[in-house]
């Protein structure tokens, strides 16, 4: 089978012009040259838990920010880097697949042959198993000619998402001597990426000279923090997804005797569910966040619907869309209690067939409510990173069944005079994953495999690659590159002093920000979408006219660019030291102390632990 | 909630441009006059069932097809329709909605409008409910600003589809008379459209002077015969479908180790799973039309996907994606057996609680043999035409769970030595349904909006609207009408000399023609689909650019135009004509017999009864 990776294949009409679209690079990544400007060393997001972190990593904990900038670009201390020796990289796909990760091997060739046409890209077959098994695939142009701005992994193939046992950061440390490499590319989401930091501190320690760069690329979204506005994919996906919604709130409006629950493919957090949302406007969406913060119950979240329903009813409304983001089962406190509890028994090896009399009193009772075929589904195995299996556990069938079951008791008490509560359940995830990339992560992921290259010819180790200020036109898009670990926090688990046990450095999976400017967005809107019916049908997804350069409502709305804040203060900095320098008068020089103590005063208040909010 | 109906709404960045794509007009249709030519008359055919079909529909049966052309076209006897009084026409929606409806009614209301200001367009409000209690919405312009183009039937609405009871033909009956209706416009499928005919003669009977014209709307794509190329909504949903199989089909490569089984919506014909295989090549596709022409059993069936499974393993394959149509179920004649068994029982009032214990010994052993879920979904009241509940049944799971448990005895039995069988069932349909509809949709949609205009302009009661050529460009579009009567065919039941008896005339629904040309296609290319992986992405619906003025295969492939045919061949016999006429030479005249004797010994040979294969 190994014989069919990167085999050259029948492109439809619209596939074959997709291929040759061309993305264009930013100002600072156009040339032969890039300059690299290095900022002060980062320190992680968690303050408590930096101690923890830079333990783990003592050779990549606390390396300083990259900016790229133009060869031409004033910057007095930045390093050009202008000679560029053949290097031989390795690629690897890891995690689910996403649309847009063949555009970041593109990218990463085209720069490593623009640079030095002897270099070598490697692509791992089959995922991390290919990693650990040395097969490797050599990308050429020909390879890739029908693979540019195609969805899927298929050029590679992907298997297991992990590098993370001893046995398999070993092979991949003799795969990657062995092999010579000069850089291993990892492009996944946070598992990835944090296996990503966790390989590059093994191979600093063992003094392999391959240095490892991770890449974004994630449908869930979940891998945003200061450094990170977006992940590959998630743009397609959610277009993909709103399309579908947005027939199916059509849909709705046409029969007027159905609601339909839609479960949204993207993990725990709800970044998918809220993108689709302010994307199409269907009647509900449900936030795993909001769950999670108001300890909502099955019986409170059932309840919610219910009157939803109800209120709707009597508008003589009989029709609905509501979504659910894939996870939203482990964020309701009694169920993921219940899975913990039978996670715990699995793991102690008790087979599926009596779990559920091993069950503490509480938990057995809530498992022997719930319907028989969520029962199967919650025994199942978990996940490698200890979640459940989310996308096997049918969360809308759940609810659809509960609002079914309510609504007709309301209705035999007489409190509910309606007509019958009719559902069908949806998950929209396979079939989206697959798409054709939109341009916007066609143009992010060649950017960032660009990038990834910069990072090597810097000699960067255990560094992200990153675009900031994507909201922009591609041409003000910022390159740059942030070490990992400054990603990661250390979580706590158990509670009261001395009890309490921290877990290990990861980069966990961002959560709807309930503070945020998107949240604010839907809030501001909930109460129109859930009774006035104003779906929005953005259309499938456009390559050519318009629509074609939509970008994401939370990304042009959350306003991030934290990367071009630091920048910006560091100017500021910079002025002040250019005013107060020795030989200014003595009324400047007072100000300034003045002015900057205040400054340091707030800072230090605002960023003390209990503001952190970790 | 009938005040929602026609308001305007918020329309994203795309729809507002789409509501702003004005469709053109073939050239017959343009200009202010319109010339009609009429055929001989129309017979069925179905021969053997003419007899019936005009004793049912004395006034209807019988009618000459009608052609449109340019007023300025040199044909003898047509005649040219120049006056336009002012006319009162109603619309409705019947049954599923499908992509392009709108499109219809501006076509309608425009032809309506540039013919005569004053004229006026009444839309019934909740479908056929609405034409039974008058409630109506009068259709202007600026109600169909954010209309247009655009998907879905919530303009107006829809119900139940049929108007066949006594009281339901009383009920529009009366309608059309307090409404001073000149015309009833019936936008829907084989179902509706049958109707219509029934409508049409009944208001003839009644001397009631609302002529009934039908509109081939129907995203099942099986309102098809000599008369009908294709119905509204078909294109569209195809390719929303395609666009997601492919997607799944780019998916399954990826991750390579799931079948993805996907049931399509499009009733029990297999229209919609063949034109869908043919745009995106999926490894296989089960057509409804095989499994009955060679009686497959579901033992065969699970067979043959398993040998399929099993073949591509050896190859190192596991991975795949299967289509299914909607109404496959129905197509498997032991459980179609079983199903009429149940509907029989269910007719009689006997509870679906005890209906098990009350089936006959085989179709208890059937039933008993099947899974709990789907065993459910079989006791569900059959519809309005009899048929079962197809989009309720879950064939794709049943299929999907039959060929687990075969594969896991054949790992035990050691006859397969493969990895185990992982599948994931999808049900595409509201997902596509309300999608905004294809340019040729748009068009398509349009252009027999306003043929509606010119069937009523020329007096004619009891046609469908009609457009043939339509593989080719717009501007060689045919535009005619043709009584419904002559679509129809009478279904024998039983059989024996004797024991058979007759159904009511109907249209049915067309199924894929086993010995056409799409098919033939198919089985070609059979082999590749199941073992290459060639798939193929016809990508998002495109508006603009590459892919937008793309047509579906089988519209292409298939090569229809009777209409067009029947033209041509009145051209050469009044070629005969003119060449033999009285004055030419007795040799001309002695060949002219000898020929035409021939010809017409053939042609009585091949229409024969043996021949016509009914």
């Known amino acids: 089978m190994d014989s069919d990776f990167g085999v050259p294949r029948e492109l439809s009409h619209l596939q074959k012009l997709r291929s040759q679209y061309q993305p264009e690079l930013p100002p600072c990544l156009q040339g032969k040259s890039v300059r690299v400007e290095f900022s002060d060393a980062t320190a992680s997001t968690d303050p408590s838990g930096a101690h923890t972190i830079s333990r783990s990593f003592p050779h990549t904990y606390g390396q300083p920010l990259a900016h790229f900038l133009r060869a031409s670009a004033k910057v007095p201390d930045a390093q050009i880097i202008s000679e560029h020796p053949a290097v031989r990289v390795g690629v690897v796909f890891c995690g689910r697949q996403s649309p847009g990760g063949h555009n970041v091997i593109w990218g990463l060739h085209n720069a490593l042959k623009t640079h030095n046409t002897s270099s070598t890209l490697l692509g791992f077959l089959g995922g991390s198993e ?29 298997t297991k998402d992990q590098i993370r046992t001893t046995e398999q950061v070993t092979a991949a440390l003799s795969t990657c001597k062995a092999l010579k490499l000069d850089s291993l590319v990892i492009i996944g989401g946070v598992t990835s990426n944090t296996d990503a930091a966790q390989l590059a501190e093994t191979f600093a320690e063992a003094k392999c000279p391959t240095k490892v760069v991770g890449v974004p690329v994630t449908l869930n979204g979940d891998l945003k923090n200061q450094f990170v506005e977006a992940n590959v994919g998630f743009d397609t996906i959610c277009k993909v997804n709103s399309q579908l919604i947005s027939n199916v709130c059509t849909d709705a409006l046409s029969a007027e005797k159905y609601y339909y629950f839609i479960r949204l493919m993207g993990r725990k957090a709800s970044h998918v569910a809220l993108e689709c949302t302010l994307q199409s406007h269907p009647n509900m969406v449900i936030l795993g966040e909001e769950v999670a913060a108001e300890k909502l119950t099955l019986f409170d979240l059932t309840k919610q619907l219910c009157d939803a329903v109800q209120t709707r009813a009597e508008q003589d409304k009989y029709h609905g869309v509501i979504l659910l983001p894939e996870g939203l089962i482990e964020s309701i406190p009694e169920v993921y209690a219940l899975l913990q509890e039978i996670h715990g028994l699995l793991r102690e090896g008790h087979s599926v067939d009596n779990i559920s009399s091993k069950l ?20 199942l195995h978990p996940e490698s990173d200890d979640s459940a299996q989310l996308s096997q556990i049918e969360t809308e069938k759940l609810l659809a069944h509960l609002v079914e079951e309510e609504m007709n008791k309301r209705l035999k008490e007489g409190t509910y005079k309606g007509k019958k509560f009719n559902a069908i359940c949806h998950f929209f995830g396979y079939q989206a994953r697959g798409s054709l990339p939109s341009k916007f992560d066609c143009d992010y992921a060649y950017v960032l495999g660009h990038i990834a290259y910069h990072v090597l010819a810097a000699g960067l180790n255990g560094y992200l690659a990153t675009v900031t200020n994507l909201k922009n036109p591609l041409n003000k898009w910022r390159c740059g590159a942030a070490p990992i670990t400054a990603m990661m926090t250390v979580k706590r688990y158990g509670s009261g002093p001395g009890g309490a046990f921290s877990g290990k450095p990861a980069v966990h999976p961002a959560t709807v920000d309930l503070k945020g400017k998107s949240y604010e967005l839907l809030t501001q809107n909930a109460a129109k979408f859930l009774l006035e019916d104003i779906y929005r049908n953005p259309g499938p997804l456009q390559f050519d006219g318009p629509g074609a350069d939509a970008k994401a409502v939370t990304l042009c709305v959350e306003d991030q660019d934290y990367m071009g804040r630091i920048k910006e203060l560091e100017v500021y900095l910079d002025k002040v030291r250019t005013i107060v320098k020795p030989g200014c008068s003595q009324d400047v020089l007072k100000a300034a102390l003045s002015a900057m103590a205040a400054v340091t005063n707030i800072l230090s208040m605002v960023s003390s632990p209990a503001n952190s909010g970790v």
Request: no cysteine; proline share 4%.
């Open 360 to 379: 503490s009193p509480w938990a057995s009772a809530l498992f022997e409510f719930l319907p028989l075929f969520i029962r199967k589904q919650l025994l």
């Open 130 to 158: 290919g990693l650990f098994a040395q097969k490797t695939l050599e990308i050429t142009d020909e390879i890739l000619a029908t693979y540019k701005n195609q969805g899927g992994y298929d050029l590679l193939g992907r």
